[in-house]
């Protein structure tokens, strides 16, 4: 079946917030599902031709037939040049996590792809997919001002040696740092708000002070011509909607794609029942909340294990210490893995998922969990809602509620017959909605109408 497009902007996105459709996958109680042949892009970008399901191409350009012909080139004429696409990213190695499907269908579209970031340990990972790397100085948390400046002029001067024709900026740092270094350009620029991070989380007079900056330089750089938002769930389309972006200066898609082909569902390994946390340990990320339910789990004498897999973030100021998470490791059941290099096996080991997160873009870690048919418990917080639909592929509890957390958990413990059917689900939801086919589609998709605009 092809694929509908399906716009994003006033016709979906009004107010008040309508729900999405709802494809028997979906929740019923309102939250914003996507449909499962649809993807989503600005409808700025959409002409009439490209609703064809037999005239894909269409969405390269917003040209009549007419102004098509007038603009052909001539035989004699010199070819085109590669179209240069740029990924600013803070780490290769977030880029190889979470950008590779993007990249790989804009490489197979005929982009050349480059990316700017901290070098490190993945950089020959990347020269071997035929990507172009280059060092971007990228300081993750706070933004210094003189660091700030000395990645903004870096990024200027890669601008005008690469000369792109899009430039995919990618989370928040990228995004703000990328709308100063990209005044004075005219190419098309992609900024994605993959989640709001810390300064939207906390609260004090200092953070709400930095959120009105960041709210400000959102508002002007992508309202600019040529400029997107791109964000992977309903809640940021809101936000930025808020903040005054305009409609057609918003898309979503969402996530960034998973590979369905290494990611299969698996067999339940053996009792205990294992809950298994995927991300960075982090308090925002709700570990603190996952280890006082998993406490009252114990207490009640429940046969479990708990696996943390991931490390601290000292650039982040929710970050909880190694020495901490030493101490939980004491405690009967409770495995700290670290960094996983092959996250399947983790659900090789666990039965159930667990995000008590406080907020996320699309989490990553659930969609891999959905992609291995494991049921999932998360809260009910953007991002974590658009993966576990309540009472279809898993349960929705209240942030920052240990002993409602601990009754998911309890419950999916002792039903084995509703966890296979909340895991059958989510692998479904996956193969639907998320998988790096479709996100990578969708993703070209976005990028040849910003061009085209």
Not at 365 to 371: G, H, I, K, Q
Request: hydrophobic share 45%; charged share 20%; glycine share 8%.
């Amino acid at each position: 079946m092809p694929h509908r497009v399906v716009a994003v902007g006033p016709t979906h996105f009004g107010r008040p917030r309508p729900t999405l459709f709802d494809d028997g996958v979906g929740s019923s109680g309102g939250s914003p599902n996507i449909p499962p042949d649809c993807y989503l892009v600005a409808p700025s970008m959409i002409n009439a031709a490209s609703l064809m399901p037999d005239a894909p191409e269409a969405l390269v350009s917003t040209k009549s037939s007419r102004q098509q012909e007038v603009a052909s080139p001539r035989r004699d004429a010199p070819p085109r040049r590669v179209p240069r696409l740029i990924y600013a990213v803070t780490e290769d190695w977030y880029f190889l996590s979470h950008r590779l499907p993007m990249a790989r269908a804009a490489r197979a579209a005929g982009f050349e792809v480059h990316v700017a970031a901290n070098v490190s340990e993945g950089a020959d990972k990347i020269r071997n997919e035929g990507f172009i790397v280059h060092q971007v100085p990228f300081t993750r948390g706070r933004l210094a001002p003189l660091r700030s400046l000395r990645t903004v002029l870096a990024l200027r001067k890669l601008y005008r040696a690469v000369d792109p024709v899009i430039v995919h900026h990618v989370a928040m740092q990228p995004t703000l740092l990328g709308i100063l270094a990209a005044v004075g350009h005219r190419f098309a620029m992609v900024f994605a708000i993959t989640g709001l991070g810390h300064a939207f989380i906390a609260g004090g007079g200092k953070t709400r002070s930095l959120q009105g900056a960041i709210r400000l330089l959102l508002r002007l750089g992508l309202n600019r011509r040529g400029a997107i938002g791109l964000v992977q769930n309903p809640d940021d389309h809101e936000m930025l909607a808020d903040l005054g972006v305009r409609p057609d200066h918003i898309a979503l898609i969402a996530g960034s794609g998973i590979n369905t082909d290494q990611f299969r569902p698996l067999a339940e390994p053996e009792p205990p029942v294992t809950f298994a946390f995927v991300g960075r340990m982090l308090d925002d990320k709700g570990v603190r909340t996952l280890m006082a339910a998993y406490r009252i789990l114990r207490e009640a004498n429940a046969s479990c294990a708990l696996l943390l897999a991931g490390t601290p973030d000292p650039a982040n100021p929710t970050s909880i210490s190694q020495a901490e998470i030493a101490n939980w490791c004491r405690e009967p059941g409770v495995t700290w893995m670290g960094q996983v290099t092959d996250i399947s096996t983790v659900w090789h080991r666990a039965h159930i998922a667990v995000l008590p997160s406080r907020r996320e873009g699309l989490p990553k870690s659930l969609l891999e969990a959905a992609a291995c048919g494991r049921p999932m418990i998360a809260t009910d917080v953007p991002g974590c809602r658009e993966v576990v639909i309540h009472e279809k592929t898993g349960l929705l509890v209240p942030v920052d509620d240990p002993d409602a957390l601990a009754a998911a958990m309890l419950r999916l413990a002792g039903a084995p017959q509703q966890r296979k059917k909340f895991g059958d689900a989510a692998r479904r939801l996956v193969e639907q909605r998320f998988s790096d086919g479709l996100i990578g589609t969708a993703t070209v998709a976005l990028y040849r109408g910003v061009i085209g605009n």
